[in-house]
């Protein structure tokens, strides 16, 4: 959702909405990457939000998984940028994967109530 999308990005989901309409209108297949971070966005609420938002695009070829890891945390420092995330555990891949099956059981009963 908006509020979501902003408290995660600092950006506005506006631009994202206009690519999913330019995919959904140029028939583009696409594959969605997804990081799961601890805390944020590793609950029932989330994958739910996800499964709904996800329904809006016509051609997902593949949905990916990513756990959170701190290997680009370095960069930040280097580059003098705040590391928001600094504090947040990395996600365990395991987790991670078993979020990944329960998302997609939801994806798939969504898809065939279409």
Request: one cysteine or more; charged letters at 30%; a negative charge.
């Amino acid at each position: 959702n908006k509020d979501g999308y902003f408290s995660i990005t600092s950006y506005n989901i506006d631009e994202v909405e206009k690519f999913i309409k330019c995919l959904n209108d140029s028939n583009t297949s696409v594959w969605i990457r997804q990081v799961i971070i601890p805390s944020i966005n590793d609950n029932d609420v989330y994958l739910d939000s996800l499964v709904d938002y996800l329904s809006k695009i016509k051609n997902i070829e593949k949905i990916e998984f990513l756990p959170f890891h701190h290997l680009g945390f370095s960069k930040y420092e280097k580059m003098g940028i705040k590391n928001y995330y600094k504090d947040i555990d990395e996600m365990n891949r395991d987790t991670c994967d078993e979020l990944y099956i329960k998302f997609m059981k939801k994806y798939e009963k969504n898809l065939t109530n279409r």
